[in-house]
């Protein structure tokens, strides 16, 4: 069995990640069509995967369907609640920036600064990001607790990819608030720093000391990845022309997934 100490250090690295995200800013802010569509669709591949192999597998072999199933969808529903609560942005692109088109219907007073724009939107992009990052945070302690260090391993690589892109789309608002490069680097490597692993102990806790509850939090912590790709990254990595690249890229990182939960799940 693995240690609560291990857990929260393999998750402190893997949401740590955002922050390699925000390094591209010391250069630019701007990114291609093709890249940030492509980057998404990988890591929606590679989220899928995990929650796959590394969730939803290992809990249909410890438990029922139903108790898997029953988890999916209480996972998703809460995702989808959290989403709905708490204000957030769904980034797009204008020329090669990226934008954010709120989630919230919100008055168009014309008065607005510029200024007072980007904060808002840098705040409800780092919102999102954050709320993404608990159901991850969960997976890795949920796959630890399962008795396979290997799955957990599999996992929290796994969001780790996923959650460079993530920094990025985080960090690009961030830089035009007026926030300082070094400032962003440090807020958006907290945004998965600090949720990631405080989930993790929680999820790593609960199914450690109460008996047979692996299958339905495995289901949990799946359907609330699951819902997150078809809820943020698909729609966000279609609609500039390179559905094609998004597609390819998801396979991509899919197949990588497959491919890592393989070689450390053992």
Excluded: W
């Amino acid at each position: 069995m693995s240690s609560l100490t291990l857990v929260i250090a393999v998750t402190l690295v893997a949401g740590c990640a955002t922050g390699l995200g925000a390094i591209p800013t010391l250069v630019t802010e701007r990114v291609s069509h093709r890249l940030y569509d492509g980057a998404l669709g990988f890591a929606a591949g590679v989220m899928v995967g995990a929650a796959m192999f590394a969730l939803i597998v290992p809990g249909l072999e410890l438990g029922t369907p139903l108790e898997v199933v029953v988890g999916l969808g209480v996972g998703a529903g809460f995702l989808l609640g959290m989403n709905a609560l708490i204000p957030h942005l769904h980034l797009r692109f204008r020329g090669d920036q990226l934008e954010g088109t709120a989630a919230l219907e919100t008055a168009d007073t014309g008065d607005e600064t510029v200024t007072a724009d980007d904060r808002r939107r840098a705040l409800l992009v780092g919102s999102a990001v954050t709320i993404h990052n608990v159901p991850e945070g969960l997976a890795v302690g949920i796959a630890f607790a399962s008795g396979e260090a290997g799955l957990g391993f599999a996992i929290a690589t796994a969001i780790a990819v996923q959650n460079v892109p993530d920094g990025f789309a985080m960090a690009v608002p961030a830089v035009r608030a007026g926030v300082s490069k070094p400032k962003t680097i440090l807020y958006t490597t907290l945004s998965g720093g600090v949720p990631e692993p405080i989930a993790a102990a929680v999820g790593f806790t609960l199914v450690v000391f109460v008996t047979g509850l692996f299958p339905l939090a495995a289901g949990f912590a799946a359907g609330a990845m699951i819902a997150v790709v078809f809820r943020e990254l698909v729609p966000s990595s279609h609609g500039h022309g390179y559905a094609d690249t998004a597609t390819a890229t998801f396979v991509a990182g899919f197949a990588l997934m497959l491919i890592v939960d393989t070689v450390l799940a053992v």
